[in-house]
Nanobody, 124 residues
């Protein structure tokens, strides 16, 4: 079992930056692949970024590639999402997730544990 708590969301103007954090409980943090997903009103939850257990591999949605960076600190049981050059279309609730799958999965069904989410709002 792992519990995830996101923080760092808020209101920002287009072109600005935010850094999301997700703190996890448990002593086996390093054994999980970690991902960030987002869900805008009326839309399905979509993949944003994911990072492998050792941080050697990362994957990004095309819509955020070059603007967002996922990282993890296994000593602090924390995963981060640095978001730069934010756009209004990035507005959503952002969720972190942990899973036991190999590789760097991009579908929500491959993640067993989810945080409560943090709201990110980007104004034009």
């Amino acid at each position: 079992q792992v519990q995830l708590i996101e923080s760092g969301g808020g209101l920002v103007q287009a072109g600005g930056s935010l850094r999301l954090s997700c703190a996890a409980s448990g002593r086996t943090f390093s054994s999980y692949v970690l991902g960030w997903f987002r869900q805008a009103p009326g839309k399905e939850r979509e993949f944003v970024a994911a990072i492998s257990r050792s941080a050697a591999s990362t994957r990004y949605a095309d819509s955020v590639k070059g603007r967002f960076t996922i990282s993890r600190d296994n000593a602090k049981n924390t995963v981060y999402l640095q978001m730069n050059s934010l756009k209004p279309e990035d507005t959503a609730v952002y969720y972190c997730a942990a899973g036991g799958q190999l590789g760097v999965p991009t579908t929500p069904g491959e993640y067993a544990y989810w945080g409560q989410g943090t709201q990110v709002t980007v104004s034009a």
